[in-house]
């Protein structure tokens, strides 16, 4: 991090070459945080995973490129190769499953038209979750995007309760992350599952038919640049307040299923704060509840 003392600042991937004592920044150029990362055996090439749009990604590079490659789109972190460095393991997760092990071959990501990216396919190692996740219906976590504040594109997420049917009206759970320098996205949290969100308890609330869950990562978030998690620094209650309400009018009107009289806000820490504040805006007062 460039700016001592600022927990949201950008995360670089800083080289130091011990035989010439010097050090320079790989990623001075690229506008994503570097998560976790391993050199490829024959020390040419740094793989790593990086927040982005709701994803991890892995991404490779050379120390003297500008800018990484994609390797394959999904949820990634730990990364760590195999001994004869022919393999790239790393733990993988999703809305729909917890962490599991899984493996990329390097040959297929080298042997790839379009050095790899779109073209490569992780395999599972460990299955631990499958058996008993097969058992359950989980509607898949589907993403949309609206103009928020200043008109810069926003991405949200909506989950559909288990047994969606079109035709019916459904309550909204409306999701607010912490932060706020932070991100929904396509993976696994047991403390806020947005899956387990969308069923609800079924003893409490037999027949009622679920909830339909709407995420929205805000201005301020992490995974779009570090000019969008930057733009709220000093301003907390304006930018992502517009984006939320903005994100609630998208779906309302996009999303016919979503009954507009049963809506509730729910977030913690940061969350919590803009929850509160979301119900002391008088026009919303009336369908808020936190």
């Known amino acids: 991090q460039a700016r001592a003392g600022f927990e949201a600042d950008k995360q670089s991937l800083i080289i130091y070459e011990r035989d010439r004592g010097q050090m320079h920044n790989a990623t001075a150029s690229w506008d994503r945080s570097v998560g976790s990362l391993a050199w490829a055996s024959d020390l040419k090439r740094i793989f790593f995973s990086a927040e982005d749009h709701g994803e991890s990604p892995i991404w490779e590079m050379a120390p003297d490129e500008k800018e990484p490659h994609e390797v394959v789109r999904l949820h990634a972190d730990d990364l760590a190769f195999s001994k004869d460095g022919r393999v790239l393991f790393f733990t993988r997760v999703s809305t729909a499953a917890p962490t599991e092990i899984a493996r990329l071959e390097i040959a297929d990501y080298e042997n790839a038209t379009g050095h790899g990216q ?173």
């Open 118 to 290: 779109d073209q490569v396919a992780a395999a599972a190692v460990t299955h631990i979750n499958e058996a008993l996740l097969a058992k359950i219906d989980m509607q898949p976590l589907e993403s949309f995007t609206f103009k928020g504040s200043n008109n810069d594109d926003v991405q949200g997420f909506i989950i559909k309760p288990s047994g969606f049917d079109p035709n019916k009206k459904y309550p909204l759970k409306f999701l607010i992350h912490g932060g706020p320098q932070g991100a929904w996205g396509n993976e696994w949290t047991y403390r806020w599952n947005a899956e387990l969100f969308a069923v609800g308890n079924p003893e409490r609330f037999r027949g009622q038919g679920g909830y339909v869950v709407v995420m929205i990562n805000f201005h301020g978030s992490t995974g779009y640049g570090q000019k969008f998690t930057d733009s709220i620094s000093g301003d907390w209650g304006r930018k992502p307040y517009t984006d939320l309400m903005k994100g609630l009018d998208y779906v309302e009107k996009t999303f016919p299923f979503i009954d507009k009289n049963r809506e509730a806000a729910l977030g913690a820490s940061y969350g919590g704060y803009m929850a509160n504040w979301l119900l002391f805006q008088m026009h919303r007062v009336a369908r808020w509840h936190v």
